[in-house]
Every structure is written in C-alpha cells, then in structure tokens.
Nanobody, 113 residues
Framework: QVQLVESGGGLVQPGGSLILSCAAS????????MMWYRQAPGKERELVAHITTAGRSTNYRDSVKGRFTISRDNAKNMVYLQMNSLKPDDTAVYYC??????WGKGTRVIVSS
C-alpha cells in the first residue's frame, strides 16, 4: 500500500523556519521525482518545489526561491522541505507527491504573529 505521510507543520511567526518531512512507503521511491505542493485557503493548489530522482536537480516557484530548500534521502525514503524566512503568504496545507498517482494528506503551516 502506497503511503506518503507529511509532518512538521505548525504555527510559526513571520521570519521563522520550519522543516517539513515526508515519509514514503509502498513504492520504489528512488525512481520517482518528488514534489511539494501547497494549497492556501480559497486558492488553487500550486507547485512549490521539485527534486529529481537522485536529488541532483531542484526547482522552485519564484516566490520561495532563496528561502525554501527541497531535499531527499533515498536510503530512508524521505523527502524534506526546509522553509526559512517564512511569510504570511506561505500559510497553506503542504502536500508531498510524486506529481502523478501518489499524494499525502498534507500538513498545515500557519505563518502568523
């Protein structure tokens, strides 16, 4: 059974940091590029970051470049999202996904003072 389980969300003040984690199981993780998406209240889901199978290449949406870092550990079947200098506009539910068939249930991030 395929599972993607996100963790690490929570309430953080503007300028703060969080690390999101995603534990994958039930599929050959190392063969899948992985992504983080987010969905803010009342908005469409949007791609935040992408990492290739071996982690050699990453891409980010413009609004998070220089602040967020996606990484993965294929030995542990984990993907991470380091989020720094958080802004209220980063408030959203963050999802881990392979971009096709596999999605987690999300972890909520609230950036507020």
């Amino acid at each position: 059974q395929v599972q993607l389980v996100e963790s690490g969300g929570g309430l953080v003040q503007p300028g703060g940091s969080l690390i999101l984690s995603c534990a994958a199981s039930g599929f050959t993780f190392s063969r899948h590029a992985m992504m983080w998406y987010r969905q803010a209240p009342g908005k469409e889901r949007e791609l935040v970051a992408h990492i290739t199978t071996a982690g050699r290449s990453t891409n980010y949406r413009d609004s998070v470049k220089g602040r967020f870092t996606i990484s993965r550990d294929n030995a542990k079947n984990m993907v991470y999202l380091q989020m720094n200098s958080l802004k209220p506009d980063d408030t959203a539910v963050y999802y881990c996904t392979d971009g096709f068939n596999y999605w987690g249930k999300g972890t909520r991030v609230i950036v507020s003072s």
